[in-house]
């Protein structure tokens, strides 16, 4: 309390605005600082590594020629789940917590803050694609070894480019839904609903209905994802991909970007 | 330092501040009082820019708060010291609002002691704290960054008689040196013996201000009273009686409207020993309090209790 002053005015030529990389930072840590947080870092890798490790021993049992693709698309089930949760909390544990007044006293441009989180959870996704390729190799490595089989790479730098899209864009649909809602347990129902529910919908649409079938790449997002899954994208498959997500990720992180902004932070 | 000109917060049809100005001067303590939705913490939110004001400006230093870089290091703000992640230890919570100020991490431990907060506690997750510790670290928190001007609504809320006489020591001495300091409360006794200047807000509107002196010349009309208690009572009011000074009996001695030197003055020539002698406007305040604010009470048919002798100032 040494630095108070008795004029009537801030010297604020001491304070800089707070660097953008000091926000990413602690939100980073936001991520892993609470017991929630940090037993969803573990419990995504600990499935990751679970499901891999089963994939290895069933493919090796039955003798089963597999590929590096095969081992990416195994550890895609846990990362492409939990990811987009830990993308809904980041955003909705401020908010059910009223942990918000306090960021948002720190630093007044909520659009800041808000694009720090998106940072964040891109560096998690970057972090989450290191752990993946490199699970996966050495999967990948060992399969070889085991089996007998010869070991099929194929192209993992596109396939590195894909995976590194799957994980932002589940993050950063997790975080629009719960910007849209500000809420944990709805954000996350929504989110499963909209990867679990509506792609078999969709589907259904589309056999019944043969002007759905048409539309559906065009709406369905996760489908479309599966092209990059599998390594298969093409053309037209790019197309549908920036379309459907548009509407599923592009407009609610829009709509809940207006809201956090205009929002009474209570 | 803080001037709020003309605020007001409409929610709905509903007003929760209606066009209230006032100002905070460095180097003192401003105490923001009203019952419970008088529209302080609004005001408060107004201030800090979580809730936009409906018209009006508030300003700090000249500047909007949004305005400020770093506003951590010039403004603490303590809003709500139960709106913290439950899941984050004490320290967690003060360490990220260390990092986010830049602040070396030794800061936090500064103000961990200062707030007296020990390393058991500190590691403790907030889930588990009490109030009157949420209390202290966030007061802690807001002022982590070493500001100028502390905004602090409800702090002596849950802290215990000893923690809200040591909160006052710490503003007090926050303000000697300079700096600003507006804190809100509901109970009267928080504030009034720290705070230089009062503001009274009842629904959404300021229903008085100014010092404690002032404040108490008007609510006994300009006409003082005086709390006396002496070895003899009975000899005491009839001296006074005969010197034209009227007094009542109040509890254990007598409630005499005149000044307390006058009051004094009669008792010795009468050498009657005195125990007690006091102005008695300290009740007057409380009761200017209640009836300024009655309005806004939510107990319908509050009346404010007539004389309640009160021998104690809280």
């Given at each position: 309390?040494?630095?108070?002053?008795?004029?009537?005015?801030?010297?604020?030529?001491?304070t800089p605005?707070?660097?953008?990389?000091?926000?990413v930072?602690?939100?980073?840590?936001?991520?892993?600082?609470?017991?929630?947080?940090?037993?969803?870092?573990?419990?995504?890798?600990?499935?990751?590594?679970?499901?891999?490790v089963?994939?290895?021993?069933?493919?090796?049992?039955?003798?089963?020629?597999?590929?590096?693709n095969d081992?990416?698309q195994?550890?895609?089930?846990?990362?492409?789940?939990?990811?987009p949760?830990l993308?809904?909390?980041?955003?909705?544990?401020?908010?059910?917590?009223?942990?918000?007044?306090?960021?948002?006293?720190?630093?007044?441009?909520?659009?800041?803050?808000?694009?720090?989180?998106?940072v964040?959870?891109?560096v998690?996704?970057v972090?989450?694609?290191?752990?993946?390729?490199?699970?996966?190799?050495?999967?990948?490595?060992?399969?070889?070894?085991?089996?007998?089989?010869?070991?099929?790479?194929?192209?993992?730098?596109?396939?590195?480019?894909?995976?590194?899209?799957?994980?932002v864009?589940?993050?950063?649909t997790?975080?629009?839904?719960?910007?849209?809602?500000l809420?944990s347990?709805?954000?996350?129902?929504?989110?499963?609903?909209?990867?679990?529910?509506?792609?078999?919908?969709?589907?259904l649409?589309?056999?019944?209905?043969?002007?759905?079938s048409?539309?559906?790449?065009w709406?369905?997002?996760?489908?479309?994802?599966?092209?990059?899954?599998?390594?298969t994208?093409?053309?037209?498959?790019?197309?549908?991909?920036?379309?459907?997500?548009?509407?599923?990720?592009?407009?609610?992180?829009?709509?809940?970007?207006?809201?956090?902004?205009?929002?009474?932070?209570? | 330092?803080?001037k709020?000109?003309?605020l007001?917060?409409?929610?709905?049809?509903?007003?929760?501040?209606?066009?209230?100005?006032?100002e905070?001067?460095?180097?003192?303590?401003?105490?923001?009082?009203?019952?419970?939705?008088?529209?302080?913490t609004?005001?408060?939110?107004?201030m800090?820019?979580?809730?936009?004001?409906t018209?009006?400006?508030?300003?700090?230093?000249?500047?909007?708060?949004?305005?400020?870089?770093?506003?951590?290091r010039h403004?603490?703000?303590?809003?709500?010291?139960?709106?913290?992640?439950?899941?984050?230890?004490?320290?967690?919570?003060?360490?990220?609002?260390?990092?986010?100020?830049?602040?070396?991490?030794?800061?936090?431990?500064?103000m961990?002691h200062?707030?007296?907060?020990d390393?058991?506690?500190?590691?403790?997750?907030?889930?588990?704290?009490?109030?009157?510790?949420?209390?202290?670290?966030?007061?802690?928190?807001?002022?982590l960054?070493?500001?100028?001007?502390?905004?602090?609504?409800?702090p002596?809320?849950?802290?215990?008689?000893?923690?809200?006489?040591?909160m006052?020591?710490?503003?007090?001495?926050?303000?000697?040196?300079?700096?600003?300091?507006?804190l809100?409360?509901?109970?009267?006794?928080e504030?009034?013996?720290?705070?230089?200047?009062?503001i009274?807000?009842?629904?959404?509107?300021?229903?008085?201000?100014?010092?404690?002196e002032?404040?108490?010349?008007?609510?006994?009309g300009?006409?003082?009273t005086?709390?006396?208690?002496?070895?003899?009572?009975?000899?005491?009011?009839?001296?006074?009686?005969?010197?034209?000074?009227?007094?009542?009996?109040?509890?254990?001695?007598?409630r005499?409207?005149?000044?307390?030197v006058?009051v004094?003055?009669?008792?010795?020539?009468?050498?009657?020993?005195?125990?007690?002698?006091?102005?008695?406007?300290?009740?007057?305040?409380?009761?200017?309090?209640l009836e300024?604010?009655?309005?806004?009470?939510?107990?319908?048919?509050?009346?404010p209790?007539?004389?309640?002798?009160?021998?104690?100032?809280?």
């Amino acid at each position: 309390m040494s630095t108070a002053v008795t004029t009537s005015g801030l010297d604020v030529s001491q304070t800089p605005r707070t660097p953008f990389g000091r926000l990413v930072s602690v939100e980073l840590r936001k991520l892993s600082d609470t017991r929630a947080g940090r037993w969803l870092l573990i419990a995504i890798a600990a499935l990751t590594l679970l499901v891999l490790v089963i994939q290895m021993w069933v493919v090796v049992a039955q003798n089963t020629h597999v590929t590096f693709n095969d081992f990416l698309q195994g550890m895609n089930t846990p990362m492409g789940i939990l990811l987009p949760v830990l993308g809904v909390l980041s955003v909705t544990s401020e908010w059910s917590q009223r942990t918000a007044m306090v960021t948002f006293t720190l630093e007044p441009s909520r659009v800041r803050v808000i694009a720090a989180k998106l940072v964040s959870l891109l560096v998690i996704s970057v972090l989450a694609l290191v752990i993946g390729l490199v699970l996966a190799s050495f999967a990948n490595v060992l399969y070889g070894a085991m089996s007998g089989n010869s070991v099929v790479w194929g192209s993992v730098g596109k396939l590195a480019f894909f995976y590194l899209l799957l994980y932002v864009f589940g993050m950063a649909t997790g975080f629009a839904f719960g910007a849209l809602f500000l809420n944990s347990p709805a954000g996350i129902v929504v989110y499963f609903v909209y990867s679990f529910v509506f792609p078999g919908l969709f589907a259904l649409g589309a056999a019944l209905m043969d002007w759905f079938s048409k539309l559906q790449p065009w709406i369905d997002f996760n489908t479309d994802q599966n092209g990059l899954i599998d390594g298969t994208i093409h053309g037209k498959g790019w197309a549908h991909l920036v379309v459907a997500g548009l509407i599923w990720l592009a407009l609610p992180l829009a709509v809940g970007i207006w809201r956090i902004r205009r929002a009474e932070v209570k | 330092m803080i001037k709020v000109e003309g605020l007001t917060r409409a929610y709905g049809s509903f007003i929760a501040v209606d066009d209230i100005s006032f100002e905070c001067k460095p180097g003192t303590v401003t105490g923001f009082l009203g019952p419970n939705g008088a529209g302080k913490t609004t005001t408060m939110r107004v201030m800090v820019g979580l809730t936009p004001p409906t018209r009006g400006d508030v300003s700090i230093g000249g500047m909007k708060y949004r305005d400020i870089p770093n506003p951590g290091r010039h403004v603490g703000v303590l809003l709500d010291a139960s709106a913290q992640h439950a899941g984050r230890t004490g320290r967690e919570v003060l360490e990220l609002g260390a990092r986010t100020m830049g602040l070396p991490l030794e800061r936090v431990d500064e103000m961990l002691h200062l707030v007296s907060l020990d390393a058991r506690e500190s590691k403790r997750r907030v889930r588990n704290y009490s109030l009157g510790m949420r209390q202290r670290l966030g007061i802690a928190h807001a002022l982590l960054g070493d500001p100028t001007v502390l905004i602090l609504d409800e702090p002596a809320n849950g802290l215990d008689p000893a923690g809200i006489h040591w909160m006052r020591g710490l503003l007090k001495q926050y303000a000697d040196k300079g700096g600003t300091v507006l804190l809100s409360s509901h109970l009267l006794h928080e504030v009034e013996q720290i705070a230089d200047e009062m503001i009274l807000i009842g629904n959404g509107k300021i229903v008085a201000r100014g010092t404690r002196e002032e404040l108490l010349k008007g609510a006994s009309g300009g006409v003082s009273t005086t709390l006396v208690t002496s070895l003899d009572n009975a000899a005491l009011s009839q001296a006074l009686a005969e010197k034209g000074l009227p007094a009542a009996p109040a509890g254990g001695g007598l409630r005499v409207t005149a000044e307390p030197v006058d009051v004094g003055r009669v008792a010795a020539d009468r050498q009657i020993v005195l125990t007690d002698l006091r102005a008695g406007n300290e009740g007057g305040l409380e009761q200017l309090f209640l009836e300024l604010t009655a309005s806004t009470q939510r107990e319908a048919d509050f009346a404010p209790a007539p004389d309640l002798s009160r021998g104690v100032s809280a």
